[in-house]
């Protein structure tokens, strides 16, 4: 079992900054894959990005240049950081753990207004 707990979401105007953490606690040597999604009213959830064990990044191309997805082994901490923020970018975003078993956190509310 693999439990995330997310922080950093929060309301914030267009052209600002949020970093989001993901904090992973138990059988974390199973995960292979950590990503941060997002699901907007109306619409499917989405990926935004993901790092693998090896270190791969990837990104969806509306936020490549503008948010950064990183790791600290030592914490189990996933961090987004999330620049130049705008208004389609609000959503709550959910972090993922990929493993023999997928394990979503509760999801933490991205707000950015115009």
């Known amino acids: 079992q693999v439990q995330l707990v997310e922080s950093g979401g929060g309301l914030v105007q267009a052209g600002g900054s949020l970093r989001l953490s993901c904090a992973a606690s138990?059988?974390?040597?199973?995960?292979?894959?950590m990503g941060w999604y997002r699901q907007a009213p109306g619409k499917q959830r989405e990926l935004v990005a993901a790092?693998?064990?090896?270190?791969?990044?990837e990104y969806r191309d509306s936020v490549k240049g503008r948010f950064t997805i990183s790791r600290d082994s030592d914490k189990n901490t996933v961090y987004l950081q999330m620049n130049s923020l705008k208004p389609e970018d609000t959503a709550v975003y959910y972090c993922?753990?990929?493993?023999?078993?997928?394990?979503w956190g509760q999801g933490t509310q991205v707000t950015v207004s115009s």
């Open positions: 790092v693998t064990r090896d270190g791969s990044t």
């Open positions: 138990g059988s974390f040597f199973s995960i292979n894959r």
């Open positions: 993922l753990a990929e493993g023999r078993a997928d394990y």
